[in-house]
């Protein structure tokens, strides 16, 4: 067989192997394949899910525990982390971001997401997973609120017992004085009347 009859009876073949065929118009209707090419990840690997957990004063560990250690810490900055990844994809869109978290006295004092806009959106599970999560952070919110409201209620009573015991003492030691001193003006009056 010559070389062009066999190249085109084994294109029907070649193109069902291949997911991301092309199609070259005048070339009989037939698919090109493509070759396959790996993603290349670069940097750190994170979520939108993973960073919207992060919380100021978390200590570097529980940023390490959340999100893994960062691309890169900057000797001259030590108090800055940053997350930096350039991912190139077969058949989608590149990512590249930028995360950078700034430290003061080993805690978190500043989340800069400004440059994660190329970051993946939430899956519909991750947001399934965020709203719970919300949920259950501003339900132990409000439980904290609750909590330090009966705790200042109730040191509101006790300083308001207290304050009402030292008047009691304070009425009695007064009416004590009161009548110590009706009874040293009563035995002064028996003296001078003695006399």
Known sequence: MNKLTLTILSLPFLSACSPSVPDVPG????????????????????????????????????????IGSPSIIDPFHNNQWDYLNHSVLHQKDDIYYHLILTFNDDKLTNIDTSGISGLPALTEKEKELEVERTAEEK?????????????????????????????????????????????????????????
Do not use: C, W
């Not at 609750?146 to 030292?166: D, G, P, S, T």
């Open 27 to 66: 070339f009989f209707g037939l698919s090109l394949p493509t070759f396959y090419k790996n993603d290349i990840h670069q940097g750190s690997v994170l979520s939108r899910f993973k960073i919207n957990q992060l919380k100021l004063d978390m200590s570097p560990a529980q940023v390490q525990a959340l």
């Open 139 to 195: 339900l132990a919110v409000e439980k904290a609120l609750a909590a330090e409201k009966k705790r200042i209620a109730e040191e509101k009573l006790a300083a308001e017992q207290a304050i009402a015991a030292e008047e009691k003492r304070i009425a009695e030691e007064k009416a004590a004085a009161e009548k110590a001193a009706r009874q040293t003006a009563l035995k002064a009056k028996k003296i001078a009347e003695e006399k």
